[in-house]
């Protein structure tokens, strides 16, 4: 990004009018010395850590700008050195894709049960039928959890 500043200097009422001229009017001389400057500039930015200074010309040429895994901005410069432009802070958050979100894993509620099932007939003895029991287990048993002994009961 290259940053031009024009200022205009009002007249002096007090000056004689041939000095106003020369500095508010500038020649084309003046005109042709500022261009190269802003193109000698070469990247605006800085190469400290962040915080330490402000961005300012580099005097530095753009080789490329970071990738996915850099920090937004980053900046690598044809002299081997590195550091952050807002060239390359822009060229890459226009180029940034969010990640997809992960899926929001499914719980199967059918697959658990059978699970629950499985391990607890496995540890537990299966009880015995009792007609004249209020429960319908015999005595000194075990009640199943009534996801085992009810249909439509989830565990």
Same mark, same amino acid.
């Given at each position: 990004?290259?940053?031009?500043?024009?200022s205009?200097?009002?007249?002096?009422?007090?000056? /004689?009018?041939?000095?106003?001229? +020369?500095?508010? &009017? /500038?020649? /084309?001389?003046?005109? +042709? #010395?500022?261009?190269? #400057?802003s193109?000698?500039?070469? #990247?605006?930015?800085? @190469?400290?850590? =962040?915080?330490?200074?402000?961005?300012?010309?580099?005097?530095?040429? !753009?080789?490329?700008?970071?990738?996915?895994?850099?920090?937004?901005? @980053?900046?690598?410069?044809?002299d081997?050195?590195?550091?952050? %432009?807002q060239?390359?802070?822009?060229?890459?958050?226009?180029? *940034?894709?969010?990640p997809?979100? &992960? =899926? !929001?894993? %499914?719980?199967?509620?059918?697959?658990?049960?059978?699970?629950?099932?499985?391990? *607890?007939?496995?540890?537990?003895?299966?009880?015995?039928? &009792? =007609?004249?029991? #209020?429960?319908? *287990?015999?005595?000194?048993?075990e009640? /199943? =959890?009534?996801?085992?002994?009810?249909?439509?009961?989830?565990c």
């Amino acid at each position: 990004m290259e940053v031009t500043v024009t200022s205009t200097v009002q007249p002096s009422t007090t000056a /004689p009018s041939s000095s106003t001229t +020369s500095s508010a &009017d /500038p020649s /084309p001389s003046q005109e +042709s #010395a500022a261009a190269p #400057a802003s193109a000698a500039c070469g #990247a605006v930015g800085y @190469t400290a850590a =962040p915080g330490h200074e402000r961005p300012h010309c580099l005097g530095k040429q !753009i080789a490329s700008c970071g990738t996915a895994n850099h920090q937004t901005g @980053t900046t690598f410069f044809t002299d081997g050195t590195s550091g952050w %432009t807002q060239t390359c802070q822009d060229q890459m958050q226009a180029a *940034y894709v969010p990640p997809a979100p &992960d =899926p !929001i894993p %499914t719980f199967d509620q059918d697959a658990y049960n059978e699970q629950f099932a499985e391990e *607890y007939w496995r540890t537990h003895p299966k009880p015995t039928f &009792d =007609p004249d029991s #209020a429960d319908g *287990y015999g005595p000194d048993q075990e009640l /199943p =959890p009534a996801c085992l002994r009810l249909e439509g009961v989830d565990c």
